[in-house]
Nanobody
Framework: VQLQASGGGLVQAGGSLRLSCAAS????????MGWFRQVLGKEREFVSAITWSGGSTSYSDSVKGRFTISRDNAKNTVYLQMNSLKPEDTAVYYC?????????????????WGQGTQVTVSS
């Protein structure tokens, strides 16, 4: 499967962005999808994940209550709505897919990765 992330940009603190990740492949609906972020020089960090049905979601403590993950299997797309953005949310955001029905927090548990989209939050 191929993943294409989009929706990043520059926003002021307190603002919002919605990231999208479009996937190719007819089996998208069977994948668990995740969002990660990475700052240059640091490890890739888990942000959120959602199971194939959308029935189970997971968030890192740093984004819980501010970010919402969702998916539209008919459009082969997963979204990350980011509200109340903070400067520390600045990073390259990546979407990822894994062929398991269970969410995972480690990057090495994901099988496919998108190219990343830059999110910059100014103070």
């Amino acid at each position: 499967v191929q993943l294409q992330a989009s929706g990043g940009g520059l926003v002021q603190a307190g603002g919002s962005l919605r990231l999208s990740c479009a996937a190719s492949g007819r089996t998208f609906s069977s994948y668990t999808m995740g969002w990660f972020r990475q700052v240059l020089g640091k490890e890739r960090e888990f942000v959120s994940a959602i199971t194939w049905s959308g029935g189970s979601t997971s968030y890192s403590d740093s984004v819980k209550g501010r970010f919402t993950i969702s998916r539209d299997n008919a459009k082969n797309t997963v979204y990350l709505q980011m509200n109340s953005l903070k400067p520390e949310d600045t990073a390259v955001y990546y979407c990822a897919a894994r062929t398991s029905t269970v969410v995972a927090w480690r990057p090495d548990r994901y099988d496919y990765w998108g190219q990343g989209t830059q999110v910059t939050v100014s103070s």
